[in-house]
C-alpha cells in the first residue's frame, strides 16, 4: 500500500504501510520498510538512504528488547530522512567526503532526534 503521510500528529502504524512518499527539497523519495530478508543490507543497519534511486528503506522486522517498536521505526525514519535533507542540499558532496559533518551519523541523530523539539520553538515565537 503506497501512502504519502501529512497527519503532523504521526498516526501511522507500521503494520498499515509497505511504501510512503516523502518529498524532500523538491524530490520525491520513496520510503519502504522491508525485513532482512528481502533486503540484504538491513542485516547491518536499521535503515539506509539510497540517494541514485531516491529510497529510503526502514527495517521492519526486528522487535527484540524494543518496548515500543512503532517509535523506534519513526526515529529511524527521521534519521533517513535528514541524510536525504543533506544530500539533496548539496552538503554531502560538498563537505569533503565520507568523514565529513554531512555523513557524521551522530549530527544525523542530533538533528533527527531534536528536530521536533526546534520546530516547536520556532512555532512558540510564531517563526514558521
Known amino acids: 500500500m503506497t501512502k504519502t503521510v501529512s497527519d503532523d500528529k504521526g498516526g501511522w502504524h507500521?503494520?498499515?504501510?509497505?511504501?510512503?512518499?516523502?518529498?524532500?527539497?523538491?524530490?520525491?523519495?520513496?520510503?519502504?520498510?522491508?525485513?532482512?530478508?528481502?533486503?540484504?543490507?538491513?542485516?547491518?543497519?536499521?535503515?539506509?538512504?539510497?540517494?541514485?534511486?531516491?529510497?529510503?528503506?526502514?527495517?521492519?522486522?526486528?522487535?527484540?528488547?524494543?518496548?515500543?517498536?512503532?517509535?523506534?521505526?519513526?526515529?529511524?525514519?527521521r534519521h533517513e530522512i535528514v541524510h536525504a535533507f543533506l544530500y539533496e542540499s548539496g552538503l554531502a558532496t560538498s563537505s569533503h567526503g565520507n568523514d565529513s559533518f554531512a555523513d557524521d551519523e551522530e549530527i544525523v541523530d542530533w538533528i533527527a532526534i531534536q528536530g521536533r523539539k526546534i520546530h516547536k520553538a520556532w512555532e512558540s515565537v510564531y517563526a514558521i
Open 14 to 77: 507500521l503494520e498499515e504501510l509497505s511504501e510512503l512518499s516523502v518529498n524532500i527539497l523538491g524530490t520525491e523519495y520513496t520510503v519502504k520498510f522491508m525485513s532482512e530478508k528481502e533486503d540484504y543490507r538491513l542485516e547491518e543497519m536499521d535503515g539506509y538512504t539510497d540517494f541514485y534511486s531516491k529510497l529510503i528503506v526502514v527495517e521492519n522486522s526486528r522487535t527484540g528488547t524494543i518496548h515500543n517498536i512503532n517509535e523506534y521505526h519513526k526515529k529511524v525514519l
